[in-house]
């Protein structure tokens, strides 16, 4: 805390464990949210890339971003090892906004509608923004998802992994990476992403912060390069084979090519991208198993994979 010049009185009250931890810190007249980054996952290079972006984003568009909190040297990124750990860490502070997240027991329809909206400004900001020099983010590619150093890990390390479900889902990759490079890497469909754009990181905001209110969009600490559908994919992370996400899809359309034309050979390969981030997500539960989230999911989600693969095989007549 004496990194920041923050109230004596603050308290800090544990919020998320994932990749990064998160915390509340709470005085009576001071809120902010403090995140302390895993070891070894993003330079301190990348950091100041992502803070970049969500700044840019923030002041040219009609997304309304975290505000960032610099620290008493003036610097937005803080360097320093927490107690009881072994090594140092990269940390940030952003103002606390107040409010929940949409929703996400009734009607999903409106959220899913503002999340396309949202992420086709978002797609557009990123095709006229001038990146600052040495801009460097992680790649969210099959080579990302499914290569020798894949960014979260071998899936096939994955618990409940079998041998049948081993087999089907190697299928699922020979068929999305052939694919995936049928559909081709133009900077229209392939640039910078947010790669986490779920329910959860929108927050709708009463206004009582000082920048007003409104939906806020959060957490880019997975923002890369990567296609623009998978903004899509990750809005329905852990929920893809819930019966829903066909009007879901339908409501994130609509929102989406309000602001943003999406042609019809795009929108026919949105499935494609859907299971791409379930593939990730399989690697990510094997690789992060200490963290509570995977724990919760992992008994039957290789299971879900393979279901899912099968279909979508099947529909393409593999």
Same mark, same amino acid.
């Given at each position: ?76 990124? $803080? ?14 502070? &952003? ?21 396309? $909206?949202?992420?086709? $400004? ?59 490079? @049928?559909?081709?890497?133009?900077? @229209? ?30 957490? &880019? ?6 296609? &623009?559908?998978?903004? &899509? ?86």
């Amino acid at each position: 805390m004496p990194l920041w010049d923050v109230p004596k009185e603050a308290q800090v009250r544990l919020i998320n464990v994932s990749e990064n931890v998160t915390y509340a810190v709470e005085a009576p007249a001071f809120k902010s949210v403090l995140r302390i980054h895993r070891d070894g996952y993003h330079t301190r290079h990348a950091i100041e890339s992502e803070l970049d972006w969500l700044t840019a984003l923030g002041r040219d568009t009609a997304v309304t971003t975290p505000r960032i909190i610099l620290g008493k040297n003036g610097a937005r990124i $803080q360097h320093g090892t927490p107690p009881g750990q072994p090594t140092p860490r990269h940390m940030e502070m &952003f103002h606390f906004i107040d409010g929940p997240a949409p929703d996400e027991t009734g009607d999903l329809a409106p959220g899913f509608e503002e999340l396309g $909206q949202i992420a086709a $400004q978002c797609h557009n900001h990123v095709l006229s923004w001038q990146k600052p020099d040495g801009f460097t983010r992680m790649t969210w590619d099959t080579r990302t998802v499914f290569g020798p150093n894949a960014t979260w890990g071998d899936w096939r390390e994955a618990p409940g992994v079998t041998d049948d479900i081993r087999a089907m889902l190697t299928r699922l990759e020979t068929t999305l990476t052939a694919r995936l490079a @049928d559909f081709g890497k133009s900077p @229209d469909r392939f640039n910078l992403i947010h790669a986490d754009m779920r329910l959860a990181n929108l927050i709708v905001s009463p206004g009582v912060d000082a920048g007003g209110g409104g939906t806020r969009l959060i957490d &880019f600490d997975d923002c890369g390069w990567g296609w &623009f559908l998978y903004d &899509f994919a990750a809005a329905i992370s852990f929920i893809e084979d819930d019966p829903r996400v066909p009007a879901l899809k339908a409501a994130w359309l609509r929102g989406y090519r309000s602001v943003r034309a999406l042609s019809a050979t795009e929108e026919a390969e949105i499935d494609t991208f859907v299971l791409l981030r379930r593939m990730a997500l399989l690697a990510w539960i094997g690789s992060h198993i200490e963290a509570p989230e995977p724990q919760a999911l992992a008994a039957d989600f290789a299971t879900g994979t393979a279901k899912l693969a099968r279909a979508y095989l099947k529909r393409l007549g593999h």
